[in-house]
């Protein structure tokens, strides 16, 4: 059992203890327990667990009794004496726990569907503790988890596709591989992963793909259907039952055609069919590579990311599809990273090694203000002492630099959580919404318009909120502030987390047209989210965004001088 698992063991285990509604200490040492476990850096084993500090003899039982078993009793009885369809509600990301359990018990609902009907009519308003607003928002909640379903994230599915990729080619040397379909077009949220493989004359033989489960009624002697699990096999227990609800199989297609044919169907899996429809006719049957089938369109290269049928036309015509898009190696530095002054899990220096091992020459330390208490933001004593640490670490490792920035949360009334005085004194400052989410579009571009009006601002941060596959974000009208961040020269942020991707790539056109300069963010809390960063250059491409607009994509000096500009 890997660290993460049991993580998620415990922290399910917690959220069972809310379920029945036990006392919050016992559910508060469990959550601490995940938490200690989390950010253990060796795998969690009966002869280290005694080093995590906090851990009380109970939860040491019981993570011995994962260990060993996979699994702990009493977490077992307690669902085997629920309907199993109950177990769902563990995995809607936004279901209050408490509340699903008096949902289950007061009206005998055993279902998301059933909770969802009983919310449409009504019947959540005689429970104590719910009103009007609470039943609404739980209708969207469930609506948009069903929305959802079948659903994943791009960032999940690319080191699932890596791996995929690795075993087809051990399966036969011979085979000509590219991943197509979604994922090559770097769709922030897929349906599936898809490959196309082509052979020289027949398919090999006895293709026999580790680590995926192949569905033979859905597959055809060209096209291998199946899929990846994260649960090897049959579950074996409540708790993998548990994992194969929160990371459902992931469907995977192999499509295998001759190799002399292989670009014309890379072609053809790649685009939208929007993209397709006006190209297909002149597209050559043999083709020796995607170009030429542009060429016979007599038009330039289109990168599979941009084949959306969005913004393409325009941009030949605007003469911009030919230029160089950012690749990963265009970026120089890193601008929006937590460390353990807020919480992030690193320390400055550590995050400062690792972005020098990674060939960066430099990196913004932007920690949470004050108001973001919850992630033990900054206050102004603390702020001054993180400054004068970066200017020891500076002086040790330049060439490479440290920026000291902020991530500044934007107050409910679009104040920022510090002074001006304050905030000119740092090299940059990233602002972004954290707190009372939940507002109409009218509050929030009031916040968010006023804030960016601030003259020490630099950019601005995950601009709607949204965490994919999760929630909705606050609502913008993405045009009133992109203009707004156009007027007071504020950057924006193309945030690489794979749940945000935000700013959304498609804006990323609007907001190149008014001239807006980027930053691909990786909004990392420690050194292996740096990684991120590949996913936010994925979704700058998707918007067709070259390098020279992109502030981490320019050398230390020339982002040293944006900055003193405008502090
Ligand atoms: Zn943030
Ligand atoms: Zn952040």
Same mark, same amino acid.
């Given at each position: 059992?890997?660290?993460?698992?049991?993580?998620?063991?415990?922290?399910?285990?917690?959220?069972?203890?809310?379920?029945?509604?036990?006392?919050?200490?016992?559910?508060?040492?469990?959550?601490?327990?995940?938490?200690?476990?989390?950010?253990?850096?060796?795998?969690?084993?009966?002869?280290?667990?005694?080093?995590?500090?906090?851990?009380?003899?109970?939860?040491?039982?019981?993570?011995?009794?994962?260990?060993?078993?996979?699994?702990?009793?009493?977490?077992?009885?307690?669902?085997?004496?629920?309907?199993?369809?109950?177990?769902?509600?563990?995995?809607?990301?936004?279901?209050?726990?408490?509340?699903?359990?008096?949902?289950?018990?007061?009206?005998?609902?055993?279902?998301?569907?059933?909770?969802?009907?009983?919310?449409?009519?009504?019947?959540?308003?005689?429970?104590?503790?719910?009103?009007?607003?609470?039943?609404?928002?739980?209708?969207?909640?469930?609506?948009?988890?069903?929305?959802?379903?079948?659903?994943?994230?791009?960032?999940?599915?690319?080191?699932?596709?890596?791996?995929?990729?690795?075993?087809?080619?051990?399966?036969?040397?011979?085979?000509?591989?590219?991943?197509?379909?979604?994922?090559?077009?770097?769709?922030?949220?897929?349906?599936?992963?898809?490959?196309?493989?082509?052979?020289?004359?027949?398919?090999?033989?006895?293709?026999?793909?580790?680590?995926?489960?192949?569905?033979?009624?859905?597959?055809?002697?060209?096209?291998?259907?199946?899929?990846?699990?994260?649960?090897?096999?049959?579950?074996?227990?409540?708790?993998?039952?548990?994992?194969?609800?929160?990371?459902?199989?992931?469907?995977?297609?192999?499509?295998?055609?001759?190799?002399?044919?292989?670009?014309?169907?890379?072609?053809?899996?790649?685009?939208?069919?929007?993209?397709?429809?006006?190209?297909?006719?002149?597209?050559?049957? !043999?083709?020796?590579? *995607?170009? %030429?089938?542009?060429?016979?369109?007599?038009? #330039? /290269?289109? $990168?599979?990311?941009?084949? =959306?049928?969005?913004?393409?036309?325009?941009?030949?015509?605007?003469?911009?599809?030919?230029?160089?898009?950012?690749?990963?190696?265009?970026?120089?530095?890193?601008?929006?990273?937590?460390?353990?002054?807020?919480?992030?899990?690193?320390?400055?220096?550590?995050?400062?090694?690792?972005?020098?091992?990674?060939?960066?020459?430099?990196?913004?330390?932007?920690?949470?203000?004050?108001?973001?208490?919850?992630?033990?933001?900054?206050?102004?004593?603390?702020?001054? !002492?993180?400054?004068? *640490?970066? %200017?020891?670490?500076?002086?040790?490792?330049? #060439? /490479?630099? $440290?920026?000291?920035?902020? =991530?500044?949360?934007?107050?409910?009334?679009?104040?920022?959580?510090?002074?001006?005085?304050?905030?000119?004194?740092?090299?940059?400052?990233?602002?972004?919404?954290?707190?009372?989410?939940?507002?109409?579009?009218?509050?929030?571009?009031?916040?968010?318009?006023?804030?960016?009006?601030?003259?020490?601002?630099?950019?601005?941060?995950?601009?709607?909120?949204?965490?994919?596959?999760?929630?909705?974000?606050?609502?913008?009208?993405?045009?009133?502030?992109?203009?707004?961040?156009?007027?007071?020269?504020?950057?924006?942020?193309?945030?690489?987390?794979?749940?945000?991707?935000?700013?959304?790539?498609?804006?990323?056109?609007?907001?190149?047209?008014?001239?807006?300069?980027?930053?691909?963010?990786?909004?990392?809390?420690?050194?292996?989210?740096?990684?991120?960063?590949?996913?936010?250059?994925?979704?700058?491409?998707?918007?067709?965004?070259?390098?020279?607009?992109?502030?981490?994509?320019?050398?230390?000096?020339?982002?040293?001088?944006?900055?003193?500009?405008?502090?």
């Amino acid at each position: 059992m890997n660290n993460q698992n049991l993580t998620r063991a415990l922290n399910l285990y917690a959220r069972t203890l809310e379920f029945t509604h036990e006392n919050e200490f016992k559910i508060k040492s469990y959550q601490n327990a995940a938490e200690k476990i989390e950010g253990f850096p060796y795998l969690i084993s009966e002869d280290n667990m005694n080093d995590i500090e906090g851990i009380g003899s109970a939860i040491a039982l019981k993570i011995k009794e994962i260990i060993t078993t996979g699994t702990f009793s009493q977490f077992e009885n307690f669902f085997s004496t629920l309907p199993e369809s109950c177990m769902e509600f563990f995995v809607v990301p936004g279901l209050s726990p408490k509340k699903a359990g008096q949902i289950y018990r007061e009206l005998n609902v055993h279902s998301i569907d059933e909770m969802l009907q009983a919310s449409r009519e009504n019947k959540l308003l005689a429970l104590k503790g719910f009103g009007k607003k609470t039943q609404e928002e739980l209708i969207e909640c469930l609506e948009y988890y069903k929305s959802n379903k079948g659903k994943f994230l791009y960032g999940h599915a690319v080191p699932i596709s890596q791996t995929i990729f690795k075993e087809i080619q051990q399966q036969s040397s011979t085979l000509k591989i590219s991943l197509t379909g979604e994922m090559r077009r770097g769709s922030n949220i897929v349906s599936g992963i898809e490959f196309l493989a082509g052979f020289e004359n027949e398919i090999p033989d006895n293709l026999n793909f580790n680590g995926l489960r192949k569905d033979d009624s859905n597959s055809a002697p060209l096209a291998w259907r199946g899929f990846y699990d994260f649960i090897n096999g049959t579950p074996k227990n409540n708790f993998e039952k548990y994992l194969n609800l929160l990371f459902p199989p992931v469907p995977v297609e192999i499509i295998f055609c001759r190799k002399a044919e292989f670009f014309r169907k890379l072609f053809i899996t790649t685009g939208s069919k929007e993209h397709l429809k006006p190209l297909l006719k002149n597209a050559p049957m !043999i083709p020796m590579s *995607e170009e %030429e089938i542009y060429r016979a369109n007599n038009l #330039p /290269f289109i $990168i599979p990311e941009l084949r =959306e049928n969005l913004f393409e036309w325009e941009m030949i015509k605007e003469n911009k599809i030919s230029e160089h898009p950012v690749t990963l190696s265009d970026i120089k530095g890193v601008l929006h990273v937590h460390s353990r002054y807020s919480d992030g899990k690193n320390s400055i220096s550590e995050l400062a090694t690792h972005c020098m091992k990674k060939g960066l020459s430099y990196l913004g330390i932007t920690d949470h203000s004050k108001a973001a208490f919850y992630a033990n933001g900054l206050n102004e004593e603390r702020l001054i !002492i993180q400054k004068n *640490e970066i %200017e020891k670490i500076n002086r040790e490792i330049a #060439p /490479f630099r $440290i920026f000291h920035g902020i =991530e500044c949360d934007i107050l409910s009334d679009g104040k920022l959580d510090f002074t001006d005085e304050i905030l000119k004194e740092l090299d940059f400052v990233i602002i972004s919404i954290h707190s009372n989410l939940v507002m109409n579009e009218e509050k929030a571009m009031k916040r968010l318009l006023k804030a960016l009006e601030n003259p020490y601002v630099t950019m601005l941060g995950h601009p709607t909120g949204r965490l994919l596959l999760r929630r909705k974000g606050y609502p913008v009208d993405h045009q009133k502030m992109i203009d707004a961040c156009a007027d007071n020269k504020v950057m924006i942020e193309i945030n690489s987390n794979t749940y945000r991707l935000d700013l959304d790539w498609k804006w990323l056109k609007y907001a190149s047209d008014k001239g807006i300069i980027f930053s691909i963010n990786p909004d990392a809390h420690r050194t292996e989210h740096i990684d991120y960063m590949q996913f936010g250059v994925t979704m700058a491409r998707k918007g067709g965004i070259m390098p020279q607009q992109i502030l981490n994509c320019m050398g230390v000096e020339r982002v040293g001088e944006i900055f003193e500009r405008k502090g």
